[in-house]
């Protein structure tokens, strides 16, 4: 069940990118999806937990392509990714503590929120990065895997594609969703 559908309108031309965030819309559509079907508790913590991981570290590649090319709006775009960052965490602290029920606007504001930031900020600062590659810190040596997400973009996107159809496929046996902050 998809909320949100990629389409070559949120390719960004950077393909490490591109990958996380196409790894994003998929892993948004789980979430709706285990929402819709009142997955239990526990499932639903291992997406949530799977989720908010993959998107610290996807924002920790994208400062690191800011930071390495002196991206002039930095620390606009940053912001607005902690302030996404401290409201998914706010969200998954209250369901652990079952102050909170989760229904379809969490997925629908987030799969929202995603396409807007990649159509208009991602594509901006993108278009700031292909110009200004290897100028900045001289290196031009982040395209060797630093911008990447070491070691788990293979698993992760494995496990989006796994959640797309098989629920059962992505439990990871992780019940804290506090230790995961990569
Ligand atoms: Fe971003």
């Known amino acids: 069940m998809s909320i949100i559908q ?21 892993m948004v559509n789980a979430l709706h999806t ?28 994208e400062r690191r392509l800011m930071e390495s090319t002196n991206y002039p709006d930095m620390e606009s775009h940053v912001l607005l990714h902690r302030a996404l960052e401290d409201k998914a965490r706010d969200v998954i ?11 379809v606007t969490l997925s629908q504001f ?5 396409q807007e ?3 208009i900020q991602d594509k901006k600062m993108i278009d700031w990065v292909k110009n200004h590659r290897g100028a900045a810190d001289g290196s031009g040596s982040f395209r060797t895997g ?6 788990e973009s293979t698993s992760r996107l494995q496990f989006a594609q796994a959640v797309e159809g098989e629920p059962s496929a992505y439990a990871t046996g992780e019940s804290d969703l506090k230790t995961g902050k990569g």
């Not at 990629?6 to 998929?26: I, M, N, P, S």
């Not at 998107?55 to 920790?60: G, L, M, N, P």
């Not at 602290?93 to 229904?103: K, M, S």
């Not at 987030?110 to 995603?114: A, I, M, P, R, T």
């Open 34 to 61: 285990a929402i819709v079907e009142r997955r239990a508790k526990e499932a639903m913590g291992d997406i949530l937990n799977a989720l908010e991981r993959y998107v610290v570290q996807h924002f920790d590649a």
């Open 110 to 114: 987030l799969g929202k929120w995603l």
């Open 6 to 26: 990629w389409t070559d309108e949120y390719v960004t031309g950077d393909a490490v990118v591109d990958k996380q965030h196409r790894a994003l819309f998929a």
């Open 93 to 103: 602290e209250e369901y652990r503590e079952g102050r909170l029920v989760l229904g």
């Open 117 to 119: 930031h990649i159509l």
């Open 146 to 151: 630093t911008n990447d997400i070491q070691g």
